[in-house]
């Protein structure tokens, strides 16, 4: 993967910044909290598995993405599945995928998918929408030596990824980009 670079207007080069998204919980709420949900059925080893996906999160995602000059990529358990299953049925292309099989040591309570996170951002500063965020993994990540600005966007499983979220997104996004950073 490339690292896109910016040059702000003193001519300093800043790395874009990444939007880290969740499946589970964030674009698949537990319930069908909205009418623009859509059902689907994923078939994993045979068996069928319900999913509920919001098509215009593509389009908020990419809009996003496209206004605050950041870069999106997957931080899920679904891996490259992301790619297949969920991506096209709401409108969005093929992204990076955070690897989550390396074998990393994770502290206590800390989510495992934490300590991939830490080791794949190298420095470049993050948003991340997920469910499962704690106060230890963002103790991790701020003790970390190569995670460098972040910000995490706890979702509520049962609603998952709303306005709100992505306003809070797009505001940080754009005050560090505002600053220089
Ligand atoms: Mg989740």
Redesign the pocket.
């Known amino acids: 993967m490339a690292l896109t670079e910016a040059g702000g207007e003193d001519g300093a080069m800043a790395i874009s910044p990444l939007v880290l998204l969740?499946?589970?919980?964030?674009l698949n709420p537990s319930r069908r909290s909205s009418p623009r949900f859509r059902r689907h059925t994923y078939v994993l080893d045979g068996r069928p598995h319900p999913l509920l996906l919001d098509p215009s999160h593509g389009r908020a995602l990419l809009a996003l993405a496209r206004d605050t000059g950041a870069e999106l990529a997957w931080a899920?358990t679904w891996s490259e599945d992301a790619n297949r299953e969920i991506g096209p049925r709401i409108g969005l292309p093929l992204l990076p995928v955070v690897p989550l099989d390396a074998d990393t040591p994770v502290p206590a309570e800390v989510h495992p998918k934490t300590v991939h996170v830490a080791e794949y951002v190298r420095g470049r500063p993050f948003v991340w929408f997920?469910?499962?965020h704690g106060e230890a993994d963002r103790e991790y990540l701020r003790a970390h030596a190569d995670v460098g600005d972040f910000l995490l966007v706890d979702v509520d499983?049962r609603n998952g990824l709303g306005a709100g979220h992505l306003d809070t997104a797009r505001d940080w996004l754009t005050a560090r980009a505002s600053m220089g950073a």
């Open positions: 969740d499946v589970d919980g964030v899920t997920d469910d499962n499983s």
